[in-house]
């Protein structure tokens, strides 16, 4: 069963920290890797990795992939108060001839002044 | 704003009861999708249409149907509604087929009483 997990659930840091969360997935065809911030409404777009070692980067986020051990970080530096949200990881595939996405339960980041 | 407006904003309703959920996407985007998110569940992808026909299909149940019309609005259509169907809908939208970067619309908050 296609399945995408994200560790930890939730993190509370201090402003001016740096974070790391984790997205592991199993997916048929694993086509790309999507990373999505939800504050108090919709989710917004971040980043789409779809090849191996290749980092993005914007601003103080970056994300890479590793499709060999399949999973992607998401790295936050010099965190800020309005980092605060919730981060969702999101994998593309191919299950019979039919696009599919699959979402992790996300993580729960809270910065601290 | 993301450019992609959903209606209605609010919606309370009965079990047994159906209800249409319409999405208008941003000028010149193709695809639509429509996405579940609960407390419990997450976010979950339910279906995607590209210039007025289906795309991608995930977590969908029978009870509920989607259209994309030649005007590239969508509507979802829930039916025999269920206490457990109350969450929040979001629609988004894309310029291609892909499940690249996608903007969300402010969702549907669905009561089922």
């Known amino acids: 069963e296609d399945k995408v997990v994200q560790s930890p659930l939730s993190l509370v840091v201090h402003e001016g920290d740096t974070v790391t969360l984790n997205c592991s997935y199993e997916?048929?065809?694993?086509?790309?890797l999507l990373w999505y911030k939800q504050e108090k409404k919709a989710p917004t777009f971040l980043f789409m990795l779809?090849?191996?070692?290749i980092e993005k980067k914007s601003g103080r986020l970056s994300s890479i992939l590793d499709k060999k051990e399949l999973f992607s970080i998401l790295n936050i530096t010099a965190t800020q108060t309005g980092d605060s949200a919730v981060y969702l990881c999101?994998?593309?595939?191919?299950?019979?001839?039919?696009?599919?996405?699959?979402f992790g339960q996300g993580t729960r980041l809270t910065i601290n002044p | 704003d993301s450019g992609v407006t959903q209606t209605p904003k609010h919606l309370i309703t009965a079990t047994g009861q159906r209800v249409t959920l319409r999405c208008s996407p941003r000028?010149?985007?193709?695809?639509v999708y429509w996405y579940q998110q609960s407390l419990d569940q997450g976010l979950q992808f339910l279906i995607q249409?590209?210039?007025?026909?289906?795309?991608a299909k995930g977590n969908i149940l029978e009870r509920f149907s989607a259209q994309q019309f030649p005007d590239l609005h969508s509507e979802l259509n829930l039916s025999s509604l269920e206490l457990g169907d109350s969450a929040l809908y979001f629609c988004?939208?894309?310029?291609?087929?892909?499940?690249?970067?996608?903007?969300f619309g402010p969702g549907t908050r669905l009561l089922v009483l």
């Open positions: 988004a939208s894309s310029v291609g087929q892909r499940q690249e970067t996608q903007y």
């Open positions: 997916v048929t065809n694993f086509r790309s």
């Open positions: 779809t090849s191996s070692g």
């Open positions: 999101a994998v593309e595939g191919i299950f019979q001839g039919a696009q599919k996405l699959v």
């Open positions: 000028s010149g985007d193709l695809s």
């Open positions: 249409y590209y210039n007025g026909e289906e795309r």
